[in-house]
Antibody, heavy 120, light 108 residues
Framework: QVQLQESGPGLVKPSQTLSLTCTVS??????????WSWIRQPAGKGLEWIGR???????NYNPSLKSRVTISVDTSKNQFSLKLSSVTAADTAVYYC????????????WGQGTLVTVSS | DIQMTQSPSSLSASVGDRVTITCRAS??????LNWYQQKPGKAPKLLIY???SLQSGVPSRFSGSGSGTDFTLTISSLQPEDFATYYC??????????FGPGTKVDIK
């Protein structure tokens, strides 16, 4: 059973960089035809796809965030990471990592989510 | 971007009721439509993919239908554990996937 777990600071100051890591267990991040995605959800609001990475290192980003987002992968640690720069209060949200099935593109495994608050 | 809308935004229903939620895309997305259930404080859970395929382990009371721009999620007999928010997601424009705004199902 694949499991994903987000980790990182819960509080980030405005203008700084948000950094989160997702650790995958129960299977290799390199096996199968999967992308590994980040998705966020502001309190009481809907879901927004941030971006994804393939284990080859190939990335895709939401155009609305592209200038501020970097996603990377460390296959030796079975982890992938998110960096979001120049954050504002609008970036306050629960951040989820998820497995994205290549092709039809659906998210079949999710982390539990981590709340990141942007505040001074 | 492909815009997704859902109706209703919320509904009240009783245990045993048949519940139908509608999702509409701003352009044709063929069958590239997925449904998720989210309970408070929890991550979304995949219910249906490719418009009508039931994800492994999901009860058969959940079903999906539709193609093109109009889709439905049906719960044939609502159970206490089904009170949650339901989201549709289009994957036609992968990787630029988008979600609907959600439909909250609560107890009548």
């Amino acid at each position: 059973q694949v499991q994903l777990q987000e980790s990182g600071p819960g509080l980030v100051k405005p203008s700084q960089t948000l950094s989160l890591t997702c650790t995958v267990s129960g299977g290799s991040i390199s096996s199968g035809s999967y992308y590994w995605s980040w998705i966020r959800q502001p309190a009481g609001k809907g879901l927004e796809w941030i971006g994804r990475i393939y284990t080859s290192g190939s990335t895709n980003y939401n155009p609305s965030l592209k200038s501020r987002v970097t996603i990377s992968v460390d296959t030796s640690k079975n982890q992938f990471s998110l960096k979001l720069s120049s954050v504002t209060a609008a970036d306050t949200a629960v951040y989820y990592c998820a497995r994205d099935r290549e092709g039809i593109s659906y998210f079949d495994y999710w982390g539990q989510g981590t709340l990141v608050t942007v505040s001074s | 971007d492909i815009q997704m809308t859902q109706s209703p935004s919320s509904l009240s229903a009783s245990v045993g009721d048949r519940v139908t939620i509608t999702c509409r895309a701003s352009q044709s997305i063929s069958s590239y439509l997925n449904w998720y259930q989210q309970k408070p404080g929890k991550a979304p859970k995949l219910l249906i993919y490719a418009a009508s395929s039931l994800q492994s382990g999901v009860p058969s009371r959940f079903s999906g239908s539709g193609s093109g721009t109009d889709f439905t999620l049906t719960i044939s007999s609502l159970q206490p554990e089904d009170f949650a928010t339901y989201y549709c997601q289009q994957s036609y424009s992968t990787p630029r996937v988008t979600f609907g705004p959600g439909t909250k199902v609560d107890i009548k």
